[in-house]
């Protein structure tokens, strides 16, 4: 019978048939290597489904004393918002991959972080395993019909979810709609790539029947947190859809000669307002359903496990909700998570050295630093950028003109020599990054977080925060990032490092809430999409964009106009957003990341050991884009076992 023949996918000419063969031998759950004791009973289709979600890309691989692992995903490291200190951006004397990324040194002979073929993390693996689960889900004798309909809807969304995985990376892939036979011959897998618009509308007919059958939240939130829901699968079409929308894919000339060898256009060069619209309607249904589930923007009055105090004030509630957002284990914000990432290692390498324990724990390493470039992006304590802010002091931003008043204490240490750019920000600056002099809240004592008794980062050379102890474990740029950090995270009486785990975010509702207010844009209706980013910004502790425009930027009128919002919107993210990996895809997507990476990475003098000293902007490399690096290049020896394959171009 076919069912019970060894079926493979051997896409693009990847392996060899007997490579596939043995590779497929090894994915099936417990090493059975028949697809019927797979699917004998609804335990071991249980099984097989979980291995499915053990396909989504890690976003953090690194442990506290490996340096050498680097992510699946390139959005958290391999773009300019992270610098690593020398220890860590390199093993046995060669650059890590991400390190090798950000530089230009990304190659055609053995791609870094490659999800094509030769990397560990190989999607089209993960797109096998999804058709074997669907074509066999029926033989279970035990697995009831709405288990059967719920499984087959998580099936089809992370099919859809690894088929946009691939198409935010290489653009036009080849859609795995089924898998081939291996008694199909060499022919049949020699496949060639389908246009972007054609996988687009693939993704979306997969989510739009995974939501059919999927629930609105999880049946049991013990067991099932992180697995698709209906809200889930309709903010991946509409992330989807926005990218298909974006000038990377809608009408980039750029891509005029990008074709398959029979001349069939893989990336459309006309713009098509349409695909605007439609993404427009996507948003606005991911919106719906997640409020139907529940979600709604994190404060602290509905937090799980950063418990408010009554005694806080508002500045210490607004920082508490912008990091609760991310930290707070499963919070009503959040959309999707994935709950088996390191979030430890991730905090231990985001938290700085803050006493004399943790300057001897080797749980606190700080060597997750924010660059210079991503200090200056957050906005004035007016809610406008610091160079459109006409009372903000932005040519001498990086002097010390004097101390900081008791009016900043929750936010810096009164009396502290402070730069112009560590004073008069706004709360997202103060929630998301640590520096020199800053006020740092978190747990001491596995007790109440008390404000007044904040901790206060001590980063020039000799302080706590600096590179004293053992490792690698110091910040490069002398920032730290703080809002990956659970404030209840704690040292205990010896030092040892107590970290709380949360789900890493893929999709929370701000982000929903931004990517809308960017369709509405676009499609004309810009005093609507005024809405839906003042509704983060309120959250945020500003104004609404028209009236901080209004009141304090020397461009008043920017927000009321098209370009001047699609500007502030997509600033809204990189600020909103920070360090979760989107403005690595954001600025592919809008074609920005040329204008944005070339150009120096910075930081302050880690080896002043004074004010005069410390407080000296540092160049430590220039990062590196070219315009083939929107996409992702194909290993060349795939390019060469699939004679119908095109590579990227530049590539």
């Excluded at 990218?243 to 060898?261: E, I, M, R, V, W």
Aim: with cysteine.
């Amino acid at each position: 019978m076919k069912n019970k023949k060894l079926k493979i996918l051997i896409v693009a000419g990847l392996l060899m048939i007997t490579h596939a063969c043995k590779d497929f031998v090894d994915v099936v759950p417990d090493n059975i290597a028949k697809i019927e004791d797979a699917f004998a009973s609804r335990l071991s289709a249980e099984r097989f489904l979980a291995s499915l979600y053990g396909h989504i890309p890690n976003v953090i691989s690194f442990g506290n004393r490996n340096p050498a692992a680097f992510p699946d995903d390139p959005g958290l490291a391999a773009g300019d918002e992270i610098w690593l200190n020398d220890g860590i951006r390199s093993s046995n004397g060669i650059a890590i991959p991400v390190a090798q990324i950000i530089t230009g040194g990304q190659n055609v002979r053995s791609p870094h972080l490659d999800s094509w073929g030769n990397g560990s993390n190989n999607l089209f693996v993960a797109l096998r395993d999804c058709n074997i689960f669907l074509e066999n889900i029926d033989k279970p004798f035990d697995l009831t019909e709405s288990e059967k309909a719920y499984w087959i809807g998580e099936a089809k969304f992370l099919k859809a979810y690894f088929h946009y995985f691939l198409l935010r990376m290489y653009g036009p892939v080849p859609i795995i709609r089924e898998n081939i036979d291996v008694a199909s011959g060499l022919e049949a897998v020699r496949v060639k790539r389908d246009p972007v618009d054609e996988v687009v509308d693939y993704i979306v007919e997969l989510l739009d029947e995974a939501m059919e059958t999927l629930p609105v939240v999880v049946l049991d939130e013990e067991t099932e947190l992180g697995k698709a829901t209906k809200s889930v699968a309709a903010s991946i079409k509409a992330k989807t859809l926005v990218l298909a929308a974006s000038p990377l894919f809608n009408g980039n000339t750029d891509y005029s000669g990008f074709q398959n060898k029979d001349g069939q256009q893989l990336v459309s060069t006309t713009f098509d307002p349409q695909k605007w619209t439609r993404a427009e309607a996507a948003c606005l249904q991911a919106i719906n359903l997640a409020d139907e589930a529940g979600r709604e923007l994190y404060t602290t009055a509905i937090g799980v496990t950063i418990t408010p105090q009554d005694d806080w004030s508002d500045t210490t509630r607004i920082k508490m909700d912008i990091r609760g957002s991310i930290t707070d284990r499963w919070n009503k914000e959040l959309i999707w998570g994935k709950p088996n990432e390191n979030v430890a290692s991730l905090q231990a390498a985001s938290r700085p050295k803050l006493d004399i324990r943790s300057r001897l724990s080797t749980g606190a390493n700080a060597f997750w630093a924010p660059t210079m470039r991503i200090a200056e992006m957050f906005y004035s304590e007016n809610g406008v950028p610091i160079n459109e802010d006409v009372s903000y002091d932005y040519e001498n931003r990086f002097n010390v003109i004097g101390n900081a008043g008791i009016d900043h204490k929750h936010y810096v240490k009164t009396g502290f020599a402070a730069p112009v750019l560590h004073l008069n920000r706004e709360p997202r600056f103060y929630a998301s990054i640590g520096f020199d002099g800053g006020v740092w809240l978190e747990d001491q004592t596995g007790g109440a977080l008390d404000e007044d008794g904040a901790h206060v980062v001590d980063a020039k050379l000799g302080g706590f925060a600096s590179n004293n102890g053992p490792g690698f474990s110091w910040s490069e740029t002398g920032f730290f990032a703080k809002k990956l950090s659970h404030p209840k995270n704690f040292l205990g009486a010896q030092g040892g490092f107590s970290t709380q785990r949360y789900a890493f975010p893929l999709v929370r509702l701000a982000d929903l809430f931004l990517l809308y207010a960017e369709v509405l844009n676009e499609v004309g209706k810009t005093p609507e999409a005024h809405i839906w980013i003042d509704k983060v910004r309120e959250r945020a502790g500003l104004n609404g964009v028209v009236a901080s425009w209004m009141a304090h930027s020397s461009n008043p009128s920017k927000p009321n106009t098209q370009d001047g919002f699609r500007e502030i919107v997509q600033h809204e993210r990189m600020i909103e957003l920070v360090f979760e990996g989107h403005r690595f895809w954001d600025l592919r997507r809008w074609k920005r990341s040329q204008e944005f990476m070339n150009r120096d990475i910075r930081g302050w003098n880690r080896f002043g050991s004074d004010t005069e000293q410390y407080y000296k902007v540092v160049t430590f490399a220039t990062a590196k884009f070219l315009s083939r690096d929107y996409l992702w290049p194909i290993a060349e020896g795939d390019i060469i076992r699939n004679p119908n394959l095109v590579q990227n171009p530049g590539w």
